[in-house]
């Protein structure tokens, strides 16, 4: 299998090529120069062993695919249960269980444990850029931690992180550091993206990229959708994924495009309406995004776009092969209230998007089962949620241990020189 640039202009890579240099020289997100095709998969097994089977072609000829089993048992060694709702035909996938209580700690995990196997016997260190708005920063940092040869800067917006989220990004130390640039989310992407775009930065300080443009990233997303999707009653299972830079939701649909029994594929988005606009048949238009408080989908410039499109091959295929809602500060508090005091579930702001926008379809007629990922635990967003309940939210006992720690970072202008200088003299 070897790996092409969305924009077309760069050669075929290896599998580890790609996930070694996270952006293709010209720009572009590496995509598979075609996509497989899966046989039938068992329906009983773990979640490590689903995803192993899964993404074998993916990994077909490259240098780590001796090394699949045993990536997978290391990032899937938490589960991602798949669980009913009171309401009839919902159900949500809970990606919350890992040592960050968000779903990029499945695919994080499984980046650091290819990057680990490539590096070994490397003498200079890599630096591993990434660009948060809320979740991503935490989960790389907690895979990365001690892992030898590796640096991680973490880039996230001041301000525009919940505190828990905030004090996650800060609390590791050693080779991991935390910088809060003065933007939003889209400022710290055009850093990490002009930085890849530096050659004579590169030669002095080798990167790689651990944001959903990573394919170490994005690949073992499409596990746990796969997974749910055998496992599951009502196939094939449609499923509502809340929705920022769309890595997730390309994950959903790249599983789908193999052969998984998925079925329709809806985006839920915040007050940043790039793709609800997109979806509506107005022309794609990238924007600055605005702060919400289902912070970690604060993206107007989506990234994975481009994945998006080429999956499709083209925009009008893309608007005939998806949907996308945006929902609103208003109502996000009113489904988290709602549904706290009715029925006893307690969503995080992301996971309120997808529930809402199950509840409209709803209200239209639409009588199917539907699967909304529920991507973190309320807990990290206490600031937001408690006052809605009215009661404390229970804190897992991983999210409970980072926040004991002592936690700091770094400010930074939104300024690309500075940067540059910053990442030379670490």
């Avoid at 952006?23 to 009983?44: C, H, T």
């Avoid at 991602?80 to 995990?109: C, M, N, S």
């Avoid at 499923?239 to 789908?256: E, Y």
């Amino acid at each position: 299998m070897r790996y092409v640039s969305t924009r077309g202009g760069a050669a075929p890579v290896s599998l580890s090529s790609a996930i070694a240099t996270g952006l293709a020289p010209d720009g572009g997100l590496y995509v598979p120069e075609a996509m497989p095709r899966l046989g039938k998969l068992p329906s009983g097994g773990y979640l490590a062993s689903t995803a192993a089977a899964m993404l074998e072609p993916f990994f077909e000829g490259d240098a780590l695919a001796g090394e699949l089993e045993a990536i997978c048992a290391e990032a899937f060694s938490h589960p991602a249960p798949r669980r009913e709702l009171k309401i009839a035909g919902a159900h949500v996938l809970e990606l919350f269980h890992g040592p960050t209580a968000a779903f990029k700690d499945f695919g994080a995990r499984f980046l650091a444990a290819c990057i680990a196997r490539l590096r070994a016997g490397e003498n200079r260190a890599l630096t591993i850029l990434v660009a948060t708005s809320g979740d991503t920063g935490a989960a790389v940092g907690a895979a990365f931690h001690g892992v030898p040869g590796v640096r991680v800067a973490i880039l996230y917006p001041d301000n525009r992180v919940s505190p828990r989220q905030a004090h996650q990004l800060g609390s590791f130390g050693g080779n991991v550091r935390a910088i809060r640039v003065e933007g939003s989310f889209d400022d710290c992407q055009r850093l990490v993206k002009g930085a890849f775009g530096d050659p004579s930065l590169q030669a002095d300080v080798p990167l790689s990229s651990a944001n959903s443009i990573s394919l170490g990233r994005l690949l073992p997303q499409m596990a746990y959708f796969g997974h749910a999707a055998l496992h599951a009653d009502d196939k094939p299972m449609n499923v509502i994924v809340p929705t920022g830079n769309l890595g997730n939701a390309v994950a959903c649909l790249w599983a789908r495009e193999i052969g998984l029994p998925i079925g329709e594929v809806v985006f839920a988005c915040n007050a940043n309406d790039t793709l609800p606009e997109f979806f509506g048949g107005q022309p794609y238009r990238a924007r600055d995004a605005i702060a919400t408080i289902a912070n970690a989908m604060d993206v107007g410039a989506p990234s994975n776009f481009e994945r998006l499109v080429h999956l499709f091959g083209s925009e009008e295929a893309t608007r005939f092969n998806g949907a996308a809602h945006g929902i609103d500060d208003a109502t996000i508090r009113d489904v988290i209230r709602r549904h706290a005091a009715t029925d006893g579930e307690v969503f995080c702001p992301h996971t309120a998007t997808a529930i809402r926008v199950f509840e409209q379809r709803r209200i239209a007629g639409d009588s199917r089962a539907w699967t909304m990922a529920a991507t973190a635990h309320p807990a990290k967003f206490e600031t937001v949620v408690e006052p809605l309940i009215g009661r404390p939210v229970d804190v897992p006992e991983a999210l409970a241990t980072m926040l004991g720690r002592t936690a700091s970072a770094e400010p930074l202008a939104a300024d690309q020189r500075l940067f540059g200088d910053w990442l030379r003299s670490w």
